[in-house]
């Protein structure tokens, strides 16, 4: 499903150059579970933000289901994105001024469901989260986990078949970190690839294999199944 | 789509209610005086636009080395003479109009003073596209004693009898026929006609030497102003002017030259070429209104940008689940588009409750669609598109360019390079408001220096009775003896000059002194004017009752006609008065100028003499009478009632010379009330944007503040450290504006001969001003933040 090839990536500022990936390669088949590891800084999160097709890499390739998307331009990536990749954030990153029914439906209206179908998608995605009750309130009115809840929920809305995860449980206390691990699992078995961003040991055993990555590039992987 | 935008726009004005509300009002008052103004322009530009066939309709007029002649009135053949040479003339017309001078009208038994009393020709409505509701437009003029009233004048004479037929009496004397009932035109006109007449001397007023007349033509075809002012003005010098044998063109080469100029008709009101208008002073004022209505868009623009912080992950996050830049733009687009629309529903509002008030100040009567609806409609649709564009578009590309990427990150510092333009923003506001409130210091200033300046005589306690001119001339002795045995009148005089009055003879007469020539304009007063007016004789002696003084034998001159005889012995010297008398007269006296007019016109010089049948005829004027103290509406009724004796046919008519300078101040009020109004909404519109932007920053650094509380800083530091950061914008706005400000308002006081000079105080008034606004903005706000307990602040994270 992702083939990248080489990839690089630098940042750069008035005074210094760094960089972030240094002709990484990697390589993700379709149904796979993949855990993403390593110190703050050794470039994880850029790796997801050019898998996610948020970010564009200096070098490299990077193929998506069969078609380079390296040179895509931002509109040409944002089609793309709407309707393959789904992101489950640290820090939930709901919109504060729209209700829970709202966040979700959100990706819908951006990819041109009509309304009917909307609701039908959201309110059946929001049972399987178990936040229905809770579908009229914003979300400062949550508790963490139920926001996470709601992300996850507003990540799949749309079936995509991908799913990137960047440290979804960094917010959350054990019980409710658990929680969305499943929810993750549960999505992974019925066929949704995912890539998650970690620092926890505990949360990476869920997947199949930890990429393990220092300064740009991959160092180890461990196949856990 | 569109809903979900409209709701979350909507959403995001009842979160940030406050900073909404101030946006939407602070645009909506600029809006508001801009529209006024507009449809006060709008007005003014439909005079004389009624009918397509004005187009084709010129004023002639005269000028000669010393300019424009006569007031723009032309010889009474002029129009004869060029529609009978001019082959592009279809007619012409001359007519005499007493304006806004209110005539004596009478029908039956019913007397009125009525305005736009006109003596015109039998050729008026070949010219004129007037339309007659009752009557023949191609015979109504054709009796040598025809009148023409319009629908008002009927209804106020007659009611609803039909008055064809019937006769009516123009100024208590001249006896005309009504022949047509004339439609007054739905717009504007330069030319006030209420009732049109022909007058029974027409044919002894007919030559070239009678300059008392308006001359009109209309063209067949188009022409440009150039070739019909050759063409009218060869016609002109071949019948008039030539001598010598010249050409025309080798007239033109001489420096002492009579030609014509044309105006058009529907130029007159707006521009003409003898006489001022209103057009400069409205121009300015847009100008100033739209520079409002920029302050009031920019408030949402720089309020968006502060906001952008906030609204960065909602970006981030849309732009994640597929939104693309555009949608987004769209998205902050709507929000402008909605908070504009609210906006003009308020200044729609605000206009309906202003306009009685705009209409009185300003003595106008129009309505909202006085311009023409569909150019109404344009203008009000290009108006609020700018505005959208203005307060939207700026944080429209701002919010939809930020990188996803680092927002998600936490990253907002993309946030922060809106911070350029914002203070700019900010600069430019305040930049506004010290010019308006240094404008407001100077009219002010300069108001006040006109009421209070010595105009060299008292306006207290005096009436001005209008008179006729047979009562002021032959039956001027007996009218003042009746008037004398009032108890209550000190003092009866006359003048031909009155001070106060809106309209004032500025006709210069050549006299003659030791073979130089003099110009000044001849005032015929009765020998109480000084003492009734209470002007001082500053050399030699007033008027008396002797034969000299009685017959112009004698003048007296103001300070400064005396001024024009340099160092030479003013009084007892003898003066000549050329086309007039052969007997030279005596200078027995210097007067203290009188300030007849508002301070914008430098005093004339003056010979004042007595009896106005001797030489240099003048009409105009009135009596002024000087009332003693006491019971005053007791002397007005008696007065009242002795008048019937003097005018019996003409009911009294009065006003005090007080009231009559507070109307000619009217203006400088009005304009001062504007600017003030304009100066209040400039400085609402900063201060409300400068009290949102100042909490946003607040509320971004409460961590800050907090932190810095535990550590000890105290309310002043916390205020040193919110002010600082608003002090170099705003001596940047002020160094901006008092220049400015300066320059602008030296120009406006150079319209006046007698002004304040501008000084260092106004611009410490300006400086205080502003300073005591930031502070009260800044301060409320600081002082808040700085006695917020820190443990909460510190808890928000």
Redesign the interface.
Same mark, same amino acid.
């Given at each position: 499903m992702i083939k990248i090839t080489d990839l690089e990536k630098m940042y750069r500022t008035e005074e210094v150059e760094t960089i972030a990936l240094n002709k990484l390669s990697l390589e993700v088949k379709e149904g796979e579970f993949v855990a993403v590891m390593g110190p703050s800084g050794c470039g994880k999160?850029t790796l997801l933000?050019i898998l996610?097709l948020? @970010?564009d890499p200096d070098g490299g390739s990077f193929v998506f289901n069969g078609i380079e998307v390296a040179h895509f331009n931002? %509109?040409k990536r944002?089609?793309l %994105?709407?309707?393959n990749i789904g992101?489950v954030?640290q820090?939930f990153?709901? $919109? @504060?001024?729209?209700t829970v029914f709202?966040n979700v439906e959100?990706?819908l $209206?951006?990819?041109g469901v009509k309304s009917a179908d909307r609701k039908k998608r959201v309110e059946e995605v929001l049972e399987k989260v178990q936040i229905m009750h809770r579908r009229n309130h914003y979300p400062q009115q949550l508790s963490g986990g139920q926001q996470q809840r709601v992300a996850v929920a %507003?990540a799949v809305v749309n079936k995509p078949k991908l799913i990137l995860a960047d440290e979804p449980t960094g917010n959350l206390d054990s019980s409710n970190g658990n929680e969305v691990m499943e929810m993750l699992t549960d999505l992974n078995e019925q066929g949704t690839t995912i890539i998650m961003v970690t620092h926890s040991e505990h949360d990476a055993r869920y997947s199949h294999r930890i990429i393990r990555m220092l300064d740009g590039q991959t160092v180890t992987e461990n196949i856990l199944v | 789509m569109f809903k979900s935008y409209l709701k979350i726009a909507w959403r995001n004005l009842r979160i940030n209610k406050w900073y909404s509300a101030i946006n939407i009002i602070g645009l909506g008052i600029g809006l508001a005086s801009f529209i006024l103004v507009l449809l006060f322009l709008n007005y003014e530009l439909s005079y004389d636009k009624w009918n397509p066939e004005l187009t084709k309709i010129y004023k002639l007029g005269i000028e000669d080395k010393d300019g424009i002649a006569w007031n723009g009135a032309t010889p009474e053949p002029l129009g004869r003479l060029i529609a009978g040479k001019y082959s592009n003339a279809e007619a012409a017309t001359r007519m005499s109009g007493a304006g806004d001078y209110e005539i004596l009208v009478a029908a039956n038994d019913k007397k009125i003073y009525q305005k736009g009393i006109t003596e015109v020709d039998s050729l008026f409505f070949k010219v004129f596209p007037y339309q007659l509701s009752s009557g023949n437009i191609h015979t109504a003029l054709n009796a040598p004693n025809a009148a023409v009233i319009t629908e008002t004048v009927r209804n106020k004479l007659f009611g609803q009898d039909d008055p064809i037929g019937k006769t009516i009496k123009l100024y208590g004397r001249i006896e005309v026929v009504v022949s047509g009932i004339m439609q007054s035109p739905d717009q504007p006109s330069a030319l006030n006609m209420q009732i049109l007449f022909r007058s029974p001397y027409e044919k002894s007023n007919s030559h070239w030497q009678n300059f008392s007349y308006q001359t009109f033509i209309k063209v067949k075809n188009a022409v440009t102003p150039g070739d019909l002012e050759t063409a009218i003005n060869t016609i002109y010098y071949n019948d008039q002017q030539k001598a010598n044998n010249l050409t025309y063109q080798q007239y033109l080469q001489k420096e002492n030259k009579t030609i014509l100029f044309s105006e058009k008709l529907s130029a007159l009101h707006n521009f003409p070429k003898s006489g001022g208008s209103n057009f400069k002073t409205i121009v300015v004022l847009l100008i100033l209104a739209f520079l409002l209505l920029v302050a009031g868009a920019v408030n949402f623009s720089n309020l968006s940008i502060a906001t952008s912080i906030k609204r960065a992950k909602e970006v981030g996050v849309r732009k994640v689940l597929g939104g693309r830049r555009q949608q987004l733009f769209w998205q902050f687009m709507g929000e402008a588009i909605l908070s504009c629309s609210l906006s003009l529903c308020i200044a729609g509002m605000l206009v309906v409750l202003l306009m009685p008030w705009f209409k009185q100040e300003f003595s106008i009567q129009f309505s909202i669609l006085s311009g023409g609806t569909l150019v109404f409609i344009a203008q009000i649709t290009l108006c609020i598109v700018t505005v959208i564009l203005l307060s939207g578009l700026y944080p429209s590309v701002f919010l939809s360019r930020f990188n996803t990427s680092k927002i998600l990150k936490g990253n907002y510092s993309q946030g922060k390079s809106g911070l350029k333009l914002r203070n700019l923003l900010l600069v430019l506001q305040f930049a506004l408001s010290a010019f308006f409130v240094f404008s407001v210091i100077v009219i002010s200033s300069q108001v006040h220096y006109m009421q209070t300046k010595d105009k060299g005589f008292s306006s207290a306690q005096i009436m001005r009775i209008e008179a006729q001119q047979g009562t002021r001339d032959d039956g001027f002795d007996k009218a003042r003896a009746t008037l004398l045995s009032v108890p209550g009148i000190e003092l009866v005089s006359k003048t031909t000059l009155v001070p106060g009055d809106a309209d004032v003879d500025t006709i210069l007469n050549d006299y003659s002194f030791n073979g130089q020539t003099i110009k000044m304009t001849t005032v015929k007063v009765s020998a109480d004017y000084f003492k009734t007016v209470g002007t001082p004789v500053l050399k030699g002696r007033g008027f008396n009752d002797s034969y000299a003084d009685q017959n112009t034998r004698s003048l007296i001159l103001n300070e400064t006609a005396a001024s024009l005889w340099g160092n030479q012995k003013v009084v007892g010297s003898f003066v000549g008065m050329p086309y007039c008398d052969s007997v030279k007269a005596q200078i027995v006296g210097i007067t203290k100028d009188i300030n007849v007019q508002d301070m914008a016109n430098a005093v004339r010089p003056i010979a004042y003499s007595i009896n106005n049948k001797a030489c240099g005829y003048l009409s105009g004027g009135a009596l002024l009478i000087k009332l003693s103290g006491g019971d005053l509406s007791q002397t007005i009724s008696n007065i009242e009632e002795r008048w019937k004796q003097i005018e019996p046919d003409t009911p009294i008519r009065y006003t005090f010379l007080d009231e009559n300078f507070q109307r000619i101040f009217k203006t400088y009020f009005t304009i001062q009330k504007t600017i003030s109004f304009f100066a209040l909404v400039a400085i609402l519109i900063s201060a409300m944007g400068l009290f949102a932007l100042t909490a946003y920053i607040i509320k971004e650094r409460t961590k800050e503040i907090g932190i810095r509380k535990v550590l000890g800083a105290g309310i002043g530091d916390v205020l040193v450290l919110v002010g600082k950061l608003f002090l170099q914008l705003i001596i940047v706005a002020l160094l901006v504006a008092i220049p400015l400000s300066w320059l602008a308002a030296s120009k406006w006081l150079q319209t006046f001969a007698y002004r304040i000079h501008l000084n260092w105080m106004m611009v410490t008034g300006t400086v205080f001003t502003i300073a005591i606004i930031v502070l009260i903005t800044i301060g409320t706000q600081a002082v808040k933040a700085a006695m917020s307990n820190p443990v909460k602040s510190l808890k928000t994270e």
């Open positions: 999160s933000n996610g948020l @970010d931002e %509109r944002a089609d %994105r709407k309707h992101f954030f820090s990153n709901l $919109i @504060d001024e729209l709202e959100l990706p $209206i951006y990819t %507003r | -």
